[in-house]
Every structure is written in C-alpha cells, then in structure tokens.
C-alpha cells in the first residue's frame, strides 16, 4: 500500500491538501497517483493569481503514457507554484509530498477544508 | 454472419435483430431540419465507362494550356523518381501507421521530412504534418491561444495581404473558440502590411501577429521590422510560409530577435502535383518552449533495450487515443503520402538544387515584369516580390483572362475575385519550368487580349 500521511487532507481525484495554517495551502499529488501515472516528465502549472472553482482543472500532469489533469480541491487562488517542477517534474515521483508540491492556494473559505477526505477515508476510496 | 455482404436477406435478418422496422428510422434521432432531403444537381448513376469518359473531358480542360497562375498552389517540376518511389508498395498509404513503431521505415522518412522542415524554416521541431496550409494556419493560431497564456484577449492579429482562403479556412475552425481574427490592412502603394496601422495596436494585448512570406499578392514582408514590433508588444509571431521561397530567403526562426513562434504553410510546392487543388499537406514547425501545444504526430530518435537506434512516435501522451476530448487538436492524421513525395522530392533537389530553382523562379518573373514593362504593363504594388507579382492592365481582368485562356495561356487570378477594387489586376507567376520562349508567348498573349 502507498504512502497516506495521516496529517494531510485529500480528494477522490488524488490530490493531496496540507494546512499552512495561515490561509493558505499545499497542494500536490498522491503517492498513489504517481505510481499510476509513471514517469513524470512536464508539469504544467496555473498562474499565480488565478481564482480557481474548486473542482476546476487548474493542471496537467504529464507521464510518458498519459497526460491527467489537476482539479483545484477547494475554491480560492493560486498564489505560488512550484517553479523547481519545470526541470524537474520527477520530483514528484521521488518525493510527492515534498519537493513534488504543485501549488499553494489561498482559500475563499478557510473552513471549506473540512469537507475534504481524510487519510482514513481516502485509503478506502484508493482501495476500491 | 460475414461483415461485409448486404443482400436483401441478410439486411431484414439484421434489421429483425435489432428490432428496427427499416434502415431509414436508425437515423430518426437525427432531427429532420438538418438532414439532407435530397441531393439537387446530382446526376442519376453511370456506368464506369461513362464515368471514365466524363472525367477524362474535364481533365482534358486543363492538358495543355500555359499555365502562369499561382495564388498559392505553384507548378515546379517533380522528377520522375519522386512519384516513382512515392508509389511503390512500403510507403504506398495515406496515413501514419497505427502499429507504428513496426514500421520503421515510415517512421524513419516522417523523421527526415522533419529534418529538413526545421532546417528550411529555422525552427526546432516540425510536427508530422498537417492536412493543408490554410488548416494549418488554423491550427497554429490555436496553439499560439495556448501557448501565451498571460495574454487574455485571444486576438490575433491577421493581415489582409494573408491568402483570403487560409483567413477564411482560419475564421471558421477559431471563430467558436472565443479567439477574434482582428483584419490588419494593407499599404496599397508597397502591398504589405501597412506599419501605421500595427503601431495602433502597440501596448494592446495581442496574442498574436500572423505574418505572411510571401504574401498573397507576392510582395515579401519586412518580416525583420514585423516580428521585432511584436516581440516589443508581447506577441507571438506566426509565419506562413512558401516552404519552396525558404530555399532562399531568411527562415522564419531567424526573424527579428528571437525569430517566430510558430510556422505553418502549404507543402503543395515540394513535389506534390497541382492536380485541381489536391491533395496538399500542411507544415507546422515551432521553437522547442511551444512543442507541448503542438497538435499532431511528432517521429523521434530513440535507442531499443539493446542500445540499437530506432524511431518511435514521440509525445503522444496529448493526442486524442490518450487524451481524448482534452487533447490539443482533433488532428488525427496527416498527410503521409504526399509528405513522402515532398521528402524524396527535397532529397532529389538538396538545399543547392532548392535554392536554384528558387532563384530561377525569381528571375523569370522578374524577366516577366520587364517584358510586361515594355507594352505599357506595370506591376501594381512597390514592394520586393519573390516568384509571384500583380500586375494591373487598366481594364477589367476577367475579360483579359478570357481571351488569353482561349489561346491556351492560363495568364494569371483575377484579383477581383478577393477585392472589387483590384478587378484590373491580376496575378501572375513564372516559375522555374517557364522558358524564355513561354514568357514572350505570355506577353503576346497578353498584348492581344488587352
């Protein structure tokens, strides 16, 4: 089984949400996603200062076999990227809640963090 | 039951399986307003040989006039061996292979057509190809949308100097698109794009600025100044190109500064025949910062498990097998059999044999206009033309054509047909297959018909 930090928020659609307790959050892929997708080899990011609806693609990631889009989890907007994925998009293979971050988003409602997935539900939802 | 055969029986024993009462209601859930009721003008069926007959006359229609028309579909000379090989069995199908990588061979000549695309044009990559130059402009404005992501607009900029068909061709894949095509006019004393007319446009968001070389009446752009303006301007530069004029002038990746984005333009003139309009096949090249949005295949060089070098198809995870309805163009396929023509063709001739036969296409027309000069004939525009020029005859130019067609010189397009007020001009092209002899026939021609 894959790696589910017990401290982090998901989605159904594999990304991962961590509270930077100032508004603000990380976003990223799964464990389990990039073992799905393979080899990264381009990110493609938002733009800072973009509104995202939550559940709107916001990104692509792009492995050798498949090219998957990002949905933003919650609604807000993008205010930094992680600009190390331009050369190096296998960061997040080898450290996918690390390095691998995609992007960091300011909430419209900073409570709306609670309806997202717990490692525990998510595990589940991974399993089916 | 075999899957190909249609008999009566067979169609009831199908139709009774799928509970349906007759062919006609499987397509009930098609409404009935946009459906074709009937096809007027449509001649009851012939026969083979009749059909034979009919076409032949046509074809005959065209065999042995002069022909000087251009307006973006040129005749050159294709040596024997190009369509010779073209049509030998390995490479004798329309289409990229499905198994790709199984063919190496086919994958190999959409390599070295890619080659030389982006050593004709100056540009990093080229994609497999395209259906045709004015689909490909379409597609090159799509990706520049794409691409620049920072201008909001989606306006690209397109001068009317651009061929009318690839604006028209351009308007309707784009115009759905939220993308506006802003018309960009003409100097009418030099034919090009007028420069007071883009500096309106400095410091408004333009996505992109088409820049055609040559242009539709033949005169060349000041491409440099163009690209630099746009550069400044934070907008992406498309060129559309006569491949066949890049065998001697600037490439496109080499203008102004940092050269264009993205090139597109008909491939017609290396090696495919005219054949009444097609089939042609589109370029598309662009710099290696834009290949992700380019749509279509792209062949690379890749090394097997056992370090043996191959060919594979490259970048495909954003094609339509894998993408699906996301992917960056409905381009499913491309023109593979005229692309091999076009690459026996440039291999025939290399960049030397290109480059005469681009100079000597140059040189007739300019012999054309001198001769034209000295029965009172002037070019209509000041501007520098490559192998096409627009001469006006001070009198209706349809009439003109009529009579020199009767005398079997096809003497040019009637620029009347694009722009009511260029009806006494037309324009007029000697490539390399024009002898001295054919351009003194053209202005006798011409004289007696004015």
Redesign the interface.
Known sequence: MSNIPSELKYTKSHEWISDNENGTVTVGITDHAQELLGDLVFVEQPEVGKELEAEEACAVVESVKAASDIYAPLAGEVVEVNEKLEDEPELINSDPYGEGWLFKMKLADPDSLESLLSADDYAAEADQ | MPFIPHTPEEIEQMLATIGADDIETLFDEIPANIRCQSLDGIPPAASEMEIAREVQAMADRDAGALNFIGAGAYEHHIPAAVWQLTTRGEFYTAYTPYQAEASQGTLQLIYEYQTMMTGLTGMDVSNASLYDGASALGEAILMAVRVH??SKSRKILVPASLHPNYRKAAETIVKHQGIELVELPIDPQTGRIDPTALEQYSGEDITALAIPQPNFYGVLEEADELTAWAEQNNTLVIGVVNPFALGLLKPPGEWGENGADVVCGDGQPLGAPLSSGGPYYGILCCKQAHV?QMPGRIVGRAVDADGKKGFVLTLQ??EQH??RS?ATSNICTNQGLVVTASTIHMALLGPVGLRNAAALSMANTRKLVEKAAAIGIAPRFSGEYFHEVALQLGQPAAGVLERMAANNVLGGYDLGQVNPSMADSILVCATETKTDADIDRFIDTLQAAL
């Open positions: 992501r920072k992700r995870a954003r894998i993408r996301k």
